[in-house]
């Protein structure tokens, strides 16, 4: 099938192509080792960025100067004593380093298994964008440490949820469900699931980017532009919660949604309500109790810990759920644009434009 | 690097080609420039007070970063300061008369970095300077959303010390309220952090402090001046009359801390009843902000100094933003029988602060001002208070006199 062959009006001509993976299937065997390459990319590039978290919560990014070596060792080779057993910043760096290679590598093999497996071309393009983007991040991280340019961590932040979406991305386009969905037909209300999806999307995206901000909030930040950003992340945190919600709802009503696409639905109102909690409590052990409740009954007697057990779990589990959002909200979205294909698909005037695009 | 070091594991010279084709990219990604390095402000508020022109201004920056040196180099701006002949004392001259600690400073200024050992650099930027500002001005990004807003060091003044109301803090002053935090406050407690980088910061706090009041003296020292004529550069001035001073207080803050003496021997019930007295007293007057019940519902339309210095000014809310400032807000005094304490809770912690007050704030102290001179109240009388207001989280509300105030009903 050439995109513009399809003649549906709507779609872009490689939205169309990376949604039309189902019609090559039918054409060939159907190889699960990309989907299982994707399925571990995910499982390792999320704790990468619970980890990455923990390096920015303890602002251990400049606990090894060099890059990308460890104090002048191959990244590999340091002595594993010195690492496990010496200092805690020292202890998260190089963790994260070392799992930043670990996802780089497995990056590269889902590339080269998708490469084989895979014949779409946007599902290879999808292979080679995360194979790149993951050496960029890597570059990124290795320029903050090379500048100790603190606004270079805040955009390796945003870069790392970015990919982790991708991963998610490709987990979805790898699965079984995803190239079966050629054969589903949409249900009735399914329309304007993929337009509030995409929103949702956005607004998780740009949650994290704020959250970047108040994150790796620079000495020189005015207060007043800190505390419009604050404002700004808590208002679009309701909004989020609010259309996320939304979109779950018209998924699980439907009830004919993909169940990957339930699952997620289900998985992204618990993960926003967590994240509203995990945002007040990281608030609270960073800077106190907010809304002036410090100073009544026995809230009078919170003291925030520096550096403290529930100061890193708290506020690194905030970022860390950001992402998951994302990637939820990501997998929520691809199956309503897939569907939203579909009925564009069977509303087409001409079979022989389907009989061609599947020749 | 050859292949056998890369796989010897030991430490290996990788500035070669790799290091270039670095640079090569960095350079397309950073447009070849790098940020400023970070620079202290001037005080605002002192240079609008003053009345100091645009001349002045720049003049006090340059002696202030001659003295002090900058954020990323604490007394270090010797380059500067050699290529500037006008300057006829040496920073070093500056810094022995400081009496700060140049190791300790060097540990606490500059960006966030660790060694392989862990010892930390960059400890304020790391800690503090995201709510108590670069130059300890208690403007730093997060300081809008505070309550009370951070401490803006450079008047000198602090709440939590052991000293008489006019004396600085002591060393292990500082080093408390970095270690125990403040309750109810967004001030953290540094108790995890090693012991040497707790003193790195009390040292840097002090630092903050000695040149914010250096600068406050500079624009005082204006008014000494003919309307042009420049700030004096020799050592006699700066040191002898500026710095010397400044440092002289810091360091005779151990003569000034309060030994209260024994308490009173009589029953602990006798000596709350006679505290209670003494606090609805005109004498003591602790109803008059406390509030009769002692719910912190008295005056709660006072400032402390921080605040009050732009009431003074009669400026507008935007003309206060325009500064750079925080918009202006009351002090209320403390609940106490919340059993918070925010300043320590022994009795010793809480004779001091009836003792002397709370400098920058309305809270007066009742004891002698000086040692030998009389106070308001007899030590065994202020051992009463401290009794009572102790007592105060256990006692059974128990109105005495008026009704309650609207503010306490709510509470109540």
């Known amino acids: ?359 | 690097m050859g292949r056998r070091a890369f796989f010897s594991g030991q430490p290996a010279n990788w500035m070669s080609l790799r290091q270039g084709l670095l640079w090569i990219f960095l350079v397309g990604l950073t447009g070849c420039g790098t940020a400023d390095p970070p620079q202290f402000g001037l005080n605002r508020l002192a240079m609008r007070t003053g009345e100091v022109n645009e001349e002045h201004r720049q003049q006090i920056a340059d002696i202030l970063t001659a003295m002090f040196g900058t954020p990323d180099d604490p007394f270090m701006a010797r380059a500067e300061q050699a290529a500037n002949s006008d300057y006829d004392v040496s920073q070093d001259a500056f810094l022995a008369t400081s009496g700060l600690d140049l190791a300790k400073l060097q540990m606490a200024a500059g960006s966030v970095a660790s060694d392989r050992s862990g010892t930390g650099r960059g400890l304020f930027r790391e800690h503090c300077v995201h709510c108590h500002g670069i130059g300890g001005d208690g403007l730093g990004p997060t300081a809008p959303f505070l309550n009370p807003y951070p401490r803006d060091y450079r008047q000198g003044k602090f709440k939590a010390k052991s000293t008489e109301l006019a004396a600085k803090p002591t060393r292990d002053d500082l080093y408390g309220v970095l270690e125990r935090g403040i309750p109810g406050t967004s001030m953290p407690s540094f108790k995890l952090l090693p012991s040497q980088e707790i003193d790195a910061l009390v040292e840097y706090v002090k630092y903050l402090s000695l040149r914010g009041q250096t600068e406050v003296m500079l624009v005082n020292a204006l008014f000494d001046l003919d309307e042009g004529e420049p700030i004096p550069l020799d050592q006699e001035f700066l040191v002898g009359e500026i710095l010397s001073p400044l440092t002289a207080t810091w360091e005779e803050a151990e003569e000034y801390v309060i030994h209260p003496p024994e308490p009173p021997e009589m029953e602990p019930e006798e000596s709350i009843a006679l505290g209670r007295e003494l606090f609805q007293s005109a004498k003591a007057n602790c109803v008059k902000c406390h509030g009769t019940l002692a719910l912190g519902d008295g005056q709660r339309d006072d400032y402390d100094e921080w605040n009050r210095a732009y009431v003074d000014l009669k400026l507008e809310p935007s003309d206060i933003a325009a500064m750079g400032a925080l918009p202006i807000r009351n002090i209320h005094p403390r609940n106490l029988r919340l059993g918070i304490y925010r300043f320590g809770r022994r009795p010793l912690d809480v004779y001091r602060r009836i003792h002397a007050g709370i400098a920058g704030t309305p809270m007066p102290g009742v004891g002698p001002a000086t040692p030998g001179a009389e106070g308001t109240l007899t030590p065994d009388q202020i051992w009463h208070l401290v009794h009572y207001v102790r007592s105060l989280p256990y006692d059974e509300l128990s109105p005495v006199g008026e009704p309650p105030s609207e503010v306490t009903r709510e509470r109540l």
């Open chain 1, 1 to 359: 099938m050439t995109p513009a062959a399809d003649g549906f009006a709507g779609h872009s001509p490689f939205i169309t192509t990376f949604l039309n993976i189902g019609n090559y299937v039918t054409q060939q065997q159907h190889s699960s080792w990309p989907h299982w390459w994707a399925v571990l990319l995910c499982a390792t590039a999320f704790p990468l960025i619970w980890v990455g978290g923990l390096v920015t919560t303890h602002d251990a990014g400049m606990a090894v100067p060099d890059w990308p070596t460890t104090y002048g060792y191959n990244l590999f080779l340091y002595p594993w004593q010195s690492w496990l057993f010496g200092p805690w910043d020292l202890f998260v760096e190089h963790g994260h380093r070392l799992l930043g290679a670990a996802v780089g590598l497995i990056t590269l093999a889902t590339a080269c298994a998708v490469w084989r497996a895979e014949t779409n071309s946007l599902v290879r393009g999808l292979a080679i964008a995360l194979a790149c983007l993951v050496v960029f991040q890597g570059v990124l991280g290795g320029l903050r440490v090379r500048l100790d340019a603190r606004w270079l961590a805040q955009l390796h932040a945003c870069v790392g949820p970015a990919f982790f979406a991708l991963c998610v991305t490709m987990f979805v386009v790898t699965s079984r469900s995803w190239k079966n969905m050629s054969r589903t037909l949409p249900s009735e209300g399914s329309s304007g699931i993929n337009s509030a999806a995409s929103l949702a999307l956005l607004l998780a995206y740009l949650q994290i980017v704020l959250g970047s901000f108040v994150r790796h909030a620079s000495w020189d930040m005015l207060p007043a532009l800190f505390r419009a950003t604050v404002v700004l992340h808590v208002v679009l945190g309701i909004g989020l919660a609010g259309q996320a919600s939304y979109v779950a709802w018209r998924v699980l009503w439907r009830r004919t949604s993909p169940r990957p696409q339930q699952a997620a639905a289900i998985a992204v109102v618990a993960l926003l309500a967590a994240q509203l909690a995990l945002g007040v409590a990281a608030w609270t052990v960073n800077y106190g109790l907010p809304f002036g409740w410090g100073q009544h009954g026995w809230l009078a007697g919170h003291l925030v810990t520096a550096r403290g057990a529930w100061q890193s779990l708290l506020t690194t589990a905030h970022q860390a759920n950001g992402s998951l959002i994302l990637g939820t909200t990501t997998l929520i979205a691809l199956f309503a644009w897939r569907e939203s294909w579909n009925a564009g698909r069977e509303s087409a005037p001409s079979t022989a434009v389907l009989n061609g695009a599947t020749s």
